[in-house]
């Protein structure tokens, strides 16, 4: 008995609640229903009912823009050297310490110079005792020829003091290209840079024996920093266009910038590849950097800039402008009525000072650069105050337009 009174009870809670509900929803419905017919909604249901959005716009410009091609490059140097011994022996000192920079020519590493300095020594003696033997055949021969031309000894005696005298000399010969030989091996001993450059890590100490040969072991690695090159590829639509550049006597700029934007720096055009890569269609460049400050290190990437002149008469906007949607890019564009109307348009390329606009739009005409998320075709707008102190200077008829500048800057 008590069950089935609990269950009626609860039959009787829920149908309460779901009447409660009905009415509720009703009501919501007038509401609804009388806001939408209110005098004061102008614009209709979907539309922003608290007011014009507050925008930030810029100036469709007609004018000159920079032809850029934006790029990722590598840091690499111009030489990279492998130092190794060239003659068997024991390392007995290094001059260098690891990311220390060196000059041509400096000492690096000292090499066990005693069996160098004996052969040396030895190679001297030689050569010593051997001059002291040519000027006595010398003599000989001299003091032969003489008697000979009185009938005094035989033509075999002559011709054989001759010979001998010419025998010393090339002894003589001999022992000189062994004390050069000699001389050569000692200056093998002291190891010694052949670029500018900066010292990689030492693999070997003092102490171990080295191997005078290709496959010996690599006691450092010098890389080159100052210059130094940025290597990067662009599409192969633009190796018209690069080419008549490097051969107008005035080699194109290239702008490169860190991947943190801290350090960037300014170099020319040097190289263009012989071929352009059939797998990936472009074409290898490199940018030549004085690099004097060392902002730029091997290996590091950098985002690269090619200026490649000017095309002018052409219309641009600010970059941000340029939205993307299902059917392609698209601007908002500010009637005369403050409403905005989605421009779908052309894109011809981005630079760094904006994007150049193919069809689309016309000089003089208002597209908004900040605010485009709150906007759908119709909607009324209102330009937002833009703080000063900018560092960009407005456009005049058009407050919002130098912020909008100088957000705008993209790549492609």
Known sequence: MNRRTAAAALALVLVAAYGGYRVWDAKSGVSEAEASAT??????????????????????RRGAMPIDVAAVGTVQPISTVQVRARIDSQLMEAKVEEGQEVKSGDLLFLLDQRPAKAALMQAEANLARDQANLAQARS?????????????????????????AKAQEATVLADQAAVDQARLTLAFTEIRSPIDGVVGSIQLRPGNLVKG????STLTTLVQVAPINVAFTVPEK?????????????????????????????????????????????????????????????????????????EADVLSVPAVAVQR?????????????????????????????????????EA????????????VPGARIVERPVPQGGGVEADSANPGAGAAQASGKART
């Not at 040969?213 to 010996?216: A, H, I, N, T």
């Open 325 to 361: 949607g299902q059917a392609g890019p698209y601007v908002f564009v500010v009637k005369a009525d403050d409403t905005v109307d989605m421009r779908p348009v052309t894109v011809g390329r981005f630079a760094e000072q904006g994007a150049v606009i193919a069809s689309g739009v």
């Open 364 to 375: 003089g005409e208002r597209v908004v650069t900040e605010g485009q998320l709150r906007l």
């Open 238 to 310: 633009h190796v018209t266009a690069v080419r008549q550049a490097l051969r107008s006597g005035r080699p194109p700029l290239v702008s490169g910038k860190t991947a943190d934007g801290l350090v960037a720096a300014t170099g020319r055009l040097v190289f263009i590849d012989n071929s352009v890569d059939a797998q990936s269609g472009t074409i290898q460049l490199k940018g030549l950097y004085d690099n004097k400050d060392r902002a730029l290190w091997p290996g590091q990437f950098v985002d690269v800039t090619l200026h490649l002149g000017m």
């Open 39 to 60: 005098p004061g909604n102008k614009h209709g249901p979907g539309t922003n009912n608290n007011g014009p959005v507050p925008v930030v716009t810029a100036r469709v």
């Open 213 to 216: 040969s290709d496959s010996g």
């Open 140 to 164: 000989d021969a001299q003091r032969n020829a003489g008697l000979f031309a009185r009938g005094a000894v035989s033509l075999q005696q002559n011709e054989q003091a001759s010979a001998t």
